[in-house]
T-cell receptor
Framework: DAGVIQSPRHEVTEMGQEVTLRCKPI?????LFWYRQTMMRGLELLIY????????DSGMPEDRFSAKMPNASFSTLKIQPSEPRDSAVYFC????????????FGSGTRLTVV | DQQVKQNSPSLSVQEGRISILNCDYT??????FLWYKKYPAEGPTFLIS?????DKNEDGRFTVFLNKSAKHLSLHIVPSQPGDSAVYFC???????????FGKGTKLTVNP
């Protein structure tokens, strides 16, 4: 298995632009999670899905952030418009639902908003 | 309010010695705890876990201890190796939720 695949690995964009981050979870994993890592706040959960349905989006910072999971093999996290304070590493993770194996993380997308 | 706290941002140990990483939590609903290891430019990878019904779990050089009354857990690495140099995250879940709440991490450096 190729693991959780995220793209792009790096994204540099100008303030005000739309940014879309992509994630392909491990096949057969029912749960998908989006995390953001910053120096100040560490790893924060933004949103998670079970069977493609958003379960908890309480960590999404503002209406500028949105996430979708149109099918079991693809999810997007969109920021529109982007701001410099959105600069962070964004991780996607997946897990087999209901099993305490923890998550498998992707390699992350480093986002820089200038 | 941080529910999972790793109060030491960094730790440095000599190769062959024991590394002890600590983690405290505040939420009594947490019943499952995990440690993740992260190398630069990579995602965190699962290392070891422990359920609240246990107080110790061992996997090779790695042992996690859980003290529920103190709401404290620790990760012991014996013997430490230079390849163990990474950031270690403590995480917790509970209350029937799949959500993992992470600490801010401790950067471990193992010196040859």
């Amino acid at each position: 298995d190729a693991g959780v695949i995220q793209s792009p690995r790096h994204e540099v964009t100008e303030m005000g632009q739309e940014v879309t981050l992509r994630c392909k979870p491990i096949s057969g994993h029912n749960s998908l999670f989006w995390y953001r890592q910053t120096m100040m706040r560490g790893l924060e959960l933004l949103i998670y899905f079970n069977n493609n349905v958003p379960i908890d989006d309480s960590g999404m910072p503002e209406d500028r952030f949105s996430a979708k999971m149109p099918n079991a093999s693809f999810s997007t996290l969109k920021i529109q418009p982007s701001e410099p304070r959105d600069s962070a590493v964004y991780f996607c993770a997946s897990s087999p639902r209901g099993q305490n194996y923890g998550y498998t993380f992707g390699s992350g997308t480093r986002l820089t908003v200038v | 309010d941080q529910q999972v706290k790793q109060n030491s941002p960094s730790l440095s140990v000599q190769e062959g010695r024991i590394s002890i990483l600590n983690c405290d939590y505040t939420n009594s609903m947490f019943d499952y705890f995990l440690w993740y290891k992260k190398y630069p430019a990579e995602g965190p990878t699962f290392l070891i876990s422990i359920s609240s019904i246990k107080d110790k779990n061992e996997d090779g050089r790695f042992t996690v201890f859980l003290n529920k009354s103190a709401k404290h857990l620790s990760l012991h690495i014996v013997p430490s190796q230079p390849g163990d140099s990474a950031v270690y995250f403590c995480a917790a879940s509970g209350g029937g939720s799949e959500k993992l709440v992470f600490g801010k991490g401790t950067k471990l450096t193992v010196n040859p």
